[in-house]
């Protein structure tokens, strides 16, 4: 199975401040078409996840664009440019490229 | 745009079937693959597997021995068997279609616990 391993785990942010998360893969996401199936979620408190980005940096139909996806073959990142209120939860990155599809641990992200 | 519902029993006991339903609706499930996702109360996120509405399935490895995924396309509906249920599968269980696209419709989720 493609391991995801991402950081941190918990990262405390200040309103307004930019936030980071990184996620690695055990192995290259590029799939055979050219495409690199990596995904991030947000899901929070007592909500469904949902999908942010998809294919490393296209952002979700709704999604504010102060959400940002950077990345490539193992190394992929989330960027919060400003970080509101409502960005409070955990961020999954996930890869869609190799079955069996995994997600990494999971990243909190709370207001400082 | 299409939406998920899952449905199914929100208590099963252990050493018996758990049996789940996802109503497809607002669009086809033709050339698409569906998927089941569960998530352990606090924990993180887990596949279970997929299937295509020709009828192809891909299951987890470490659950593919008590897993079953079906299609019914007549009725726009697909399910999940997981037989043999202990604590460690109860679960809030997710379907999804296909994460390859512009859009990853998601079910709202159902917890089934796995208790006597």
């Not at chain 2, 352990?40 to 891909?58: A, C, D, R, V």
């Not at chain 2, 249920?85 to 917890?111: E, I, M, N």
Request: contains cysteine; aromatic residues 10%; charged residues 15%.
């Amino acid at each position: 199975d493609v391991v995801m391993t991402q950081s941190p785990l918990s990262l405390p942010v200040t309103l307004g401040q930019p936030a980071s998360i990184s996620c690695r893969s055990s192995q290259s996401l590029v799939y055979s078409d050219g495409n690199t199936y990596l995904n991030w979620f947000q899901q929070r408190p007592g909500q469904s996840p949902r999908r942010l980005i998809y294919k490393v940096s296209n952002r979700d139909s709704g999604v504010p664009d102060r959400f940002s996806g950077s990345g490539s073959g193992t190394d992929f990142t989330l960027k919060i440019s400003r970080v509101e209120a409502e960005d409070v939860g955990v961020y999954y990155c996930m890869q869609a490229t190799h079955w069996l599809w995994t997600f990494g641990q999971g990243t909190k992200v709370e207001i400082k | 745009q299409v939406q998920l519902q899952e449905a199914g029993p929100g208590l099963v006991k252990p050493s018996e079937t758990l049996s789940l339903t996802c109503t497809v609706s607002g669009g086809s499930m033709n050339s698409y693959y569906w998927s089941w996702i569960r998530q352990p109360p606090g924990k993180g996120l887990e596949y279970i597997g997929y299937i295509h509405n020709s009828g192809s399935t891909n299951y987890n490895p470490s659950l593919k021995s008590r897993v079953t995924i079906s299609v019914d396309t007549s009725k726009n509906q697909f399910s999940l068997k997981l037989r043999s249920v202990t604590a460690a599968d109860t679960a809030v269980y997710y379907c999804a279609r296909d994460p390859w696209g512009s859009s990853f419709p998601w079910g709202q989720g159902t917890l089934v616990t796995v208790s006597s």
